[in-house]
């Protein structure tokens, strides 16, 4: 069994920027492809980004793409999202999940073990 826990959120107002952590315990294999989602009230679970278990292959949601990055370091089985320009329609509640293989992908359905999540509020 893997535990993910999310940190890192927050009230930021709008073009700011938080950083978004998940740690890892448990079970944790460096070879698993992680993912950052988010759901805001209302809405279905979106990927914002994903990342393989090397790190070298990201994805990343259109809407974030240039303001969002995901990064992982191996060695402290800690995923990260750096999130920068934050605007209003990013709050959202933004869970951290790992999927037992290599590949990203961005289907929730996919992935086996998720976080609590931590909430991101943007003020206008």
């Known amino acids: 069994q893997v535990q993910l826990v999310e940190s890192g959120g927050g009230l930021v107002q709008a073009g700011g920027s938080l950083r978004l952590s998940c740690a890892a315990s448990g079970r944790t294999s460096s070879s698993y492809a992680m993912g950052w989602f988010r759901q805001a009230p209302m809405e279905g679970r979106e990927c914002v980004g994903a990342?393989?278990?090397?790190?070298?292959?990201?994805y990343y949601a259109h809407s974030v793409k240039g303001r969002f990055t995901i990064s992982r370091d191996n060695a402290k089985n800690t995923v990260y999202l750096q999130m920068n320009s934050l605007q209003p329609e990013d709050t959202a509640v933004y869970y951290c999940?790992?999927?037992?293989?290599?590949?990203?992908?961005?289907?929730?359905?996919?992935?086996?073990?998720w976080g609590q999540g931590t909430q991101v509020t943007v003020s206008s």
């Open positions: 990342i393989d278990w090397s790190g070298g292959i990201t």
């Open positions: 999940a790992a999927k037992r293989d290599y590949d990203v992908t961005i289907l929730p359905s996919l992935y086996d073990y």
